[in-house]
T-cell receptor, first 111, second 118 residues
Framework: SQQGEEDPQALSIQEGENATMNCSYKTSINNLQWYRQNSGRGLVHLILIRSNEREKHSGRLRVTLDTSKKSSSLLITASRAADTASYFCATQETSGSRLTFGEGTQLTVNP | GAVVSQHPSRVICKSGTSVKIECRSLDFQATTMFWYRQFPKQSLMLMATSNEGSKATYEQGVEKDKFLINHASLTLSTLTVTSAHPEDSSFYIC??????????????FGPGTRLTVT
């Protein structure tokens, strides 16, 4: 069963704007990961944040993790039309174990 | 980065036939691979965990006799959908983690296999 809930389910913004997606989970975790999926394609790993980390950056991506609230957010700054995709959070309870995915957010960036 | 391939990328089969999907880690060894299923506009649902040299571990509700998994080597796992029915039509995705110093890192996903059962 999916333990992650993501909001919003769908987000439509203009190019250049920032996009923020949120993810909540229910169990204790070792790490939380964000993935991107273009329509009909496989998943691309974006960023991993461990349970003892609070914030992580990678290029235009910024991820935060609040283990007390069991939530994470993904911020994409200065969005581009090419960022249009579905974004999923996924948690791992222990290193190397199964991933449990959230429901995903469909991001549309309009040129 | 680590590369995982899947073959075929698309397959159409007739109801009642069996289909085999391969998942390969191309540049690393993976003792564990995972098989997911994704229906349109939905998230990924884990079907089973494939362990090299041992039986797969299936998630609740997944029929092990229908979805046969074989992890014959450290770089290859196969999923066979037996006696396929139209409701088995879905996007099947595998993933694997490279291990370093006994610690597993990010999972890398294959490009997926679109199965259509007619």
């Amino acid at each position: 069963s999916q333990q992650g809930e993501e909001d919003p389910q769908a987000l439509s913004i203009q190019e250049g704007e920032n996009a923020t997606m949120n993810c909540s989970y229910k169990t204790s975790i070792n790490n939380l990961q964000w993935y991107r999926q273009n329509s009909g394609r496989g998943l691309v790993h974006l960023i991993l944040i461990r349970s003892n980390e609070r914030e992580k950056h990678s290029g235009r991506l910024r991820v935060t993790l609040d283990t007390s609230k069991k939530s994470s957010s993904l911020l994409i700054t200065a969005s581009r039309a090419a960022d249009t995709a579905s974004y999923f959070c996924a948690t791992q309870e222990t290193s190397g174990s199964r991933l449990t995915f959230g429901e995903g957010t469909q991001l549309t960036v309009n040129p | 980065g680590a590369v995982v391939s899947q073959h075929p990328s698309r397959v159409i089969c007739k109801s009642g036939t069996s289909v085999k999907i391969e998942c390969r880690s191309l540049d690393f060894q993976a003792t564990t691979m995972f098989w997911y299923r994704q229906f349109p506009k939905q998230s990924l649902m884990l079907m089973a965990t494939s362990n090299e040299g041992s039986k797969a571990t299936y998630e609740q509700g997944v029929e092990k006799d229908k979805f046969l998994i074989n992890h014959a080597s450290l770089t290859l796992s196969t999923l066979t959908v037996t006696s396929a029915h139209p409701e088995d039509s879905s996007f099947y995705i595998c993933s694997a983690s490279p291990f370093k110093d006994r610690v597993a890192y990010e999972q890398y996903f294959g490009p997926g296999t679109r199965l259509t059962v007619t």
